[in-house]
Structure formats: C-alpha cells, structure tokens
C-alpha cells in the first residue's frame, strides 16, 4: 500500500539485514545542499530508510531537477 | 565617436550580405561601449551594425561553456556552407531543442511587423501532413519540445486534434504560439487545447496599453491579451509572455510587462523578451537607432528592480551560443519585488550552474589565466546532448503552470519546495538574427529548428532570413517591398 507519501506502509516492510519491521520516522533528505525533513519508513535498528519507487521517480525527482536547474 | 573611444577587435566570424544573402566575412569589434558587426560585400557595400549594447556583459556572457553537438542524422550535405545548407548539415553544431511545426500561414491579424509575413489568405497544413512530419521527428530528433506556431495556429479549429497528433508521439512539452485572440473570446476552445496536452501558452505581449498593440499589430489588444491569460488560468495553462521590444515603441514598458506578469502570476509563469529582428514583413530598413540588444534588456529589468536584482543573476543559455540569450528565475515577495532564486554567483560573474565539466575542462579553473572556453574543434557528439536536455528541462520546468506543491498536513517538505515555483518568475530574453545581425557563429550552434515538408530541420533565424527586398532564404513565400508598402 502507498501513502499520500508515496511510501509504502510500513507494517508491510522488512529490514533484510536486521529483520525488523520498518517505522515511520522523520529523516532528513539532501540534495545539491538543501535538505528536507520528510516522515518516511526507516529500520529502527540499523536506520535503513525505505523510498519507494513512486517517491523516488516523481516528487522526489522533480525537487532534485528543480534544484539541478537553479 | 571620441577620440578616447575604445576600438577592439574581438573576432573574425561569417555573415551574409543583406542585399544578396551570399556569404560574407565580417568580424566583431568593440567600438565604445558597444560590440558591432561589420562586414563587406563586394558587390553592395559595408555594413555595420551594433548587436550587443554594454560591454561589462560581453566578457562574461564569452566564458560561459560551448558544449557542441552533432546532430545525429544530417539531413542535407555541406556544398555552398552556411547558411545555405540547412537541414540540417554535418556543420552544424548543436541538436534541437524546441522544433517549430507551422500548422497554418493564416492569421486573424495583419501585424505591420510579422516574421512569418502570415496574412488572411495563407493555407492550413494538412493532418496527414503535419503527421508525416511528426513521424520524422520523432524518428529523429528525440524528445524535442514541440512548438505550434503559424501564421495564427488558433485560427484552425482542429488544433486539439493537432495537440494530440503531437502527444500521441511521446512529445511531453507542448508550447503554442498564438497572439491569444481566439484564446480570449473562446473559453471552451482554450479547454480543448489545455485537455488535448497544451503545456504552456507563448502569448505574443508587447506592451500594456492599446498604442502599443495598434503600432506593432495594428490593432487594440490590450483588453484581450488580459482576457486570453484568465482563461488559461481558468484551465491550468502556463503562460509566457512574449513581448517584440521596439525602440522607441515599448522599450519603455519593459517594467510595466514584468508587473504586468506579476500580477497575473501563478498563470503567467515568464516573460521572454525578444528585441525586434527585420526580416519577414517589416517597416524599413534598419539603423542603428532601430535596434535594441539583450544588453539593454537586462539594464532595464535591473532598472526596473530598483536594486533588488544584478546582472550577475542573469545568465547565457546552457546550450545555444551565449550572445543568443539570456534568462534568470526570481522570487516575487508579497509586494511584487524580485529578488534571485538563489543561483549563486561564482566570482567571474557566471553562475555557479553553469560550471560543467566542459567548461571546466576548456578554462581550467575559475579566475585563473587560462583564455576564454573555447568550442569543441570535432563539433562535439552525436550522442543526445546533456546541454540540450537540460535547456529542455529548464524550459519546462519554469514555463508549465506549477503543479499544486499540496497543502495543509498532507504537505511535506518535498511539496513546500515545489510550490515556492507558483511565486519564481521567469525573465529571459532572445536575439533573433537578421540578415544585418547574422553572425554565423551563433547560427551553426542555433538549437531551435523549424520542421519542412521533406522532414529537413531548418534553424529559426535561417529560416526566417530575409533580403533587405523582403526575399526569403527558406520560406516558400516571399513578399516584396512593394508588397509591404502596399
């Protein structure tokens, strides 16, 4: 499942390397020096951060062109 | 002249000759505070004309990056040179990056200064035609930026239809080029276009009141200009506002345009200044008094900001010769101030942006000894141009209405950074070239291409090159002078 997010819920995610189910956390996303507080899934354990594939290829990728083009 | 005025030789380069378009040598000097063409006819004369107005420019706008590509597939072989081989040719040195497919030669007006020379009584492309056409481009050109131009493209009621040949494609930025009259008085008709894939509307705006509109297009638009940009709105379309700068006509409305725009902001998303060229119809023969030079644009924004912007917030363009264009995205605060996005200066002048690795490579660090970026001497790939893709991006990026960034909690920080677009206005302008102006160094590197029948890419200002009796290089319609008098 997807959220307003673009990230998956994170009951249904698993760290591979710690087996432990992914929670939402706040985490700070950087690019080209600016950063981004944004809730995502994240390992509570080793803080791996989970971002989707839809997150990945639309909003997340129009902020990263929009700050390329500056 | 003084007698203390500087007199430089900068460069040799090429031109044509006004007279008998056959190509020329011609070379570029400082002469005070101006940089001039001058060049020789041996048959007609001398010519010397200025093209760029305010020297503390010149430098800068030389050192930005001249990333070179070959186009893929030239189309047309090297036999009498530039300009008279496009199509284009193995010399030519940089892809396309907006194509313009003129879908009719008709017009609704009969602007005393038209580049198309496009009247009431032209033809409309056929949908077979136009798609033949697209079929070619797509097959060879990438994933240009697709520009509906004429003539009036609105004068044809199957334009939707037209849109969605071009989206069916794979072509994602669509631009159309109208005068905007049908736009204001048809609302539906503007929502078929906006449905059919219309990205953004580049709405010919030369000034603010009626005087302008009636010495530049022979009639009263002003109400209508206002009334074409709301219905866009109403719909979700971008719009550009694309002034023709005539000295002495609206060179003084510069400000006004910009707050104009400001005002209509988030729909009006750019205003593109383009100093007037003389080919097509046009009403003489220029002087020196008749030309306005991007230069000169730019002093007037900065003017115009009382102190908030600087040249050093504006740039060249990132892949067509630097003395083509320029442009700059600012942020309008609650009082329509400007203020630069951001883009941060690097000493020399030229946007830290700018600094790729090509040039990079050519200057060798910044501030340093090392000469001015010099072009690729191989003419660059024929890989698909990363300059090019990202003046694509850039287009598109600023010009399409901004999607919602979302609100409220939903929101995140992603969708706060994306909304600040609805409050950045671009300002930018383009030096089309004529016949006194050409300077076939800038042409070679021209990355806006107009499409023909036999699938040939011709660059714009080639293709809208004209003699000083009004006979076209590329259209197939010509006019005479006596035809213009008329």
């Known amino acids: 499942m997807i959220d307003a997010l673009g990230s998956a819920a994170s009951s249904s995610l698993i760290c591979l390397s710690c087996d432990a189910p992914l929670e939402p956390g706040k985490i700070e996303a950087s690019y080209l020096g600016q950063s981004f507080p944004v809730d995502l899934p994240r390992c509570p354990k080793c803080g791996f951060v989970y971002v989707s594939e839809e997150l990945a290829s639309g909003k997340m990728l129009k902020v990263e062109q929009a700050l390329e083009d500056k | 002249m003084s007698c203390c005025e500087r007199r430089l030789k900068l460069a040799d380069t090429e031109s044509v000759c006004p007279v008998c378009l056959e190509t020329i040598p011609a070379e570029r000097w400082a002469i005070g505070d101006e940089v001039r063409l001058i060049k020789t ?28 590509s070959r186009t893929p597939s030239p189309a047309t072989a090297v036999d009498r040179g530039c300009p008279h081989d496009c199509g284009l040719c193995p010399d030519h040195r940089q892809q396309s990056c907006c194509v313009l497919l003129e879908v009719t030669s008709r017009c609704d007006l009969a602007c005393p200064v038209c580049f198309a020379s496009a ?9 077979d035609e136009i798609e033949r056409r697209l079929d070619a481009l797509a097959a060879g050109g990438g994933r240009v930026h697709v520009q509906l131009s004429g003539g009036e493209p609105t004068v044809r009621d199957d334009l939707p239809e037209i ?31 906006a449905a059919a894939g219309v990205d953004c509307v580049f709405l010919q705006f030369d000034g603010v009141d009626d005087e302008v509109h009636r010495r530049l297009r022979g009639a009263k638009l002003a109400r209508l200009k206002d009334l074409a940009i709301e219905r866009c709105g109403e719909v979700g ?12 006509v609206n060179d003084g409305q510069i400000g006004a345009i910009v707050d104009h725009a400001i005002a209509r902001m988030p729909t009006v998303r750019a205003v593109h200044f383009q100093p007037i060229s003389y080919f097509g119809r046009r009403p003489l023969e220029p002087t020196d008094a008749d030309r306005f030079t991007l230069p000169e644009v730019m002093a007037a924004l900065i003017r115009h900001s009382r102190g908030t912007i600087a040249l050093q917030d504006f740039h060249p363009g990132s892949a067509e010769n630097p003395y083509c264009s320029f442009s700059g995205r600012f942020t309008v605060d609650d009082v329509g101030g400007l203020h630069p996005t951001g883009a941060k200066p690097s000493c020399c002048g030229v946007p830290d942006d700018l600094e790729r690795p090509a040039r990079a490579e050519a200057v060798g660090g910044c501030c340093g000894d090392a000469p001015p970026a010099a072009p690729i001497e191989c003419c660059g790939s024929t890989r698909p141009s990363p300059d090019v893709d990202r003046a694509r991006r850039y287009v598109a990026g600023q010009w399409r209405q901004a999607a919602s960034g979302g609100d409220g909690e939903a929101a995140d920080a992603f969708d706060r950074f994306l909304a600040t677009r609805e409050r950045t206005l671009g300002l930018s302008g383009m030096a089309f070239q004529d016949a006194w102006t050409l300077d076939l160094d800038r042409l070679r590197q021209c990355h806006i291409h107009v499409v023909e029948p036999d699938a040939r890419m011709i660059p714009f200002c080639a293709f809208n090159l004209t003699d000083r009796d009004g006979r076209s290089l590329y259209r197939a319609s010509t006019i005479s002078a006596e035809a213009v008098a008329g």
């Open chain 2, 41 to 68: 006819c041996p048959e007609h004369g001398r010519f010397s004309v200025p093209v760029w107005r305010g020297f503390a420019s010149y430098g800068p706008w030389g050192e930005a990056a001249r990333a070179h």
């Open chain 2, 119 to 127: 009247d009431r009584h032209g033809r409309d492309l056929p949908l």
């Open chain 2, 163 to 193: 849109v969605r040949l071009v989206r069916r494609r794979g072509f994602d930025f669509v631009q159309l080029n109208t005068n905007g009259v049908r736009l204001a008085l048809e609302p539906d008709y503007v929502a078929a276009l």
């Open chain 2, 237 to 248: 379309l971008g719009v550009v506002l694309a002034p023709t700068i005539a000295p002495g």
